[in-house]
């Protein structure tokens, strides 16, 4: 058969799955704290025909002859860009200006988040949308007492509490920041919730401004880092790169058609 057959036919999965991934990214464009996915190609392995030889007395040298034999996937990236910050005007909404990002858990394991839309359960504890709890810099809860009058987030991250009698309360709790060496090691776990891995490194957990991590930005949330425009621009190349492929796989059926022709 052909080695341009099999060439196609990786370059259509290859396009596959970057148009899977570009779905993905659309499908999540108002999806507070997203990152998006990116995909690479690289060439598969090359069948050598002849190999180089080097310059002699007389004669001088000749490159190597080989022959591609498709591609391949090389990455998907999740692009930890900041998105746009939008304001909310609720004052349990939290976005992060900067690195870093919000640590919550579920009694056993703890994820990393940037989506900053936390709520308040019956016992005063702030937690997400999905119940896992909001972590403080020091670990553990954070509660606001419900008997409290009313309460803030500062830009550090501290949480303000007014009692009945209009005292304030700072300084403690502190939503704690989380940074990572490698952001683009961190491995999605569903939920706008990040997890970590064996290429992330340990999470560096402190206050904000700590660690080199961002300030906090109360009332408001970040939005998703996907550019509609780039997508669809995205989404043109993959299918014009999968037709291009599949007009691979036509011509050399034709071929292949004329040589069984050729015994008639």
Not at 100 to 114: E, I, K, P, Q
Request: no cysteine; proline share 2%; aromatic share 6%.
């Amino acid at each position: 058969m052909l080695r341009s057959m099999y060439s196609g036919i990786s370059g259509m999965k290859n396009f596959q799955t970057k148009l899977d991934v570009l779905g993905n990214n659309i499908a999540n464009v108002n999806t507070y704290g997203y990152k998006k996915g990116r995909t690479t190609f690289q060439d598969l392995v090359s069948q050598q025909v002849a190999g180089a030889t080097a310059p002699g007395a007389n004669r001088g040298g000749v490159n190597a002859k080989q022959i591609g034999l498709g591609s391949q996937i090389g990455t998907i990236d999740t692009i930890h860009t900041a998105g746009s910050i939008q304001s909310t005007g609720r004052p349990l909404d939290v976005a992060i200006s900067g690195d870093g990002y919000f640590v919550v858990s579920d009694g056993t394991s703890d994820y990393y988040t940037r989506a900053g839309n936390f709520y308040l359960d019956r016992d005063g504890n702030l937690v997400t949308g999905e119940g896992l709890f909001v972590q403080s810099s020091a670990g553990g809860n954070i509660n606001i007492p419900s008997t409290s009058k009313s309460y803030s987030i500062g830009a550090d991250g501290t949480v303000n509490i007014i009692d009945q009698d209009g005292n304030i309360t700072g300084g403690t709790p502190t939503i704690g920041i989380a940074k990572f060496a490698n952001n683009e090691g961190l491995e999605k776990a569903g939920g706008n919730l990040f997890a970590q891995s064996v290429n992330s490194g340990a999470p560096l957990v402190g206050t904000p401004t700590q660690n080199g991590t961002g300030t906090l930005v109360s009332s408001a949330l970040e939005m998703s880092n996907v550019d509609l425009s780039e997508e669809f621009t995205e989404m043109i190349v993959a299918q014009r790169g999968f037709q291009a492929n599949t007009r691979i796989i036509t011509t050399s059926d034709e071929i292949l058609q004329e040589l069984v022709n050729l015994k008639r």
